[in-house]
């Protein structure tokens, strides 16, 4: 069952969604040459005690894994995709970029979002890769709008992706959200017609992520049971907002 939002509740999530943007922005500038991935983990989980808020993903259950995730950041290095675990030897380098995903709970409701960062010159291939699955996002959340369909999103980030050469993950989806992490529907990043196609309507609040890899898009888990990697060993960019659907359009709750 797809969950509406009252306006009241919204602002609930506003106040989550700019928490999560306020660390990320954070770590965004922290990310460099020579900074562990550990050391973006403890500077996020002392941002959430600060700010009285819960950690969404630490202590979240996970069937597949078997287990519950023991971090409060997903950090995904390179190939990695999605649900990479913070270490202090994954010592990020020039050259690398890395996905920091992450969620914190508010006042009952959470929010949830990601970004990749560039650690000192990368490819062009690799600028291109960041750049477009960026860009499929946005195109993304500009077709989130009371009266579309749940594919106009789904679609759109699909056709973006492998117009500009790219491929689109699709064992990794995006998520409706509000007093639960993941919650109806599902938001894939391609069009399947046997996946359900609800119509938007005002109040529905959905995390859309593209997870982009710049070769084939086969993944893998490794033998931790959590980190997903590119099959081919081809990086991997991901981006993630939370949005609102409104009277006044698109509400992106995890920006400013």
Known sequence: MIIRKTAAELQKMRRSGLLVWQILHELEKMAGEGVSTLDLEVAAERMMKDAGARPAFKGYYVPAAGDTFRFVLCTSVNDEIVHGMPSAKRILKKGDIVSIDTGVQLDGYYGDSATTVAIGEVSETTRKLMRVTQESLELGIQQTKAGNRLFDICGTVEKHVLANGFSVVREYVGH?????????????NYVERKNENPRLKEGMVLAIEPMVNAGKPDTR????????VTKDGSYSAHFEHCVAVTSNGPWVLTRP
């Open 176 to 188: 409706g959200i509000g007093t639960q992490l993941h919650e109806e529907p599902q938001v894939p």
């Open 221 to 228: 888990v490794l033998k931790d049971k959590w980190t997903a």
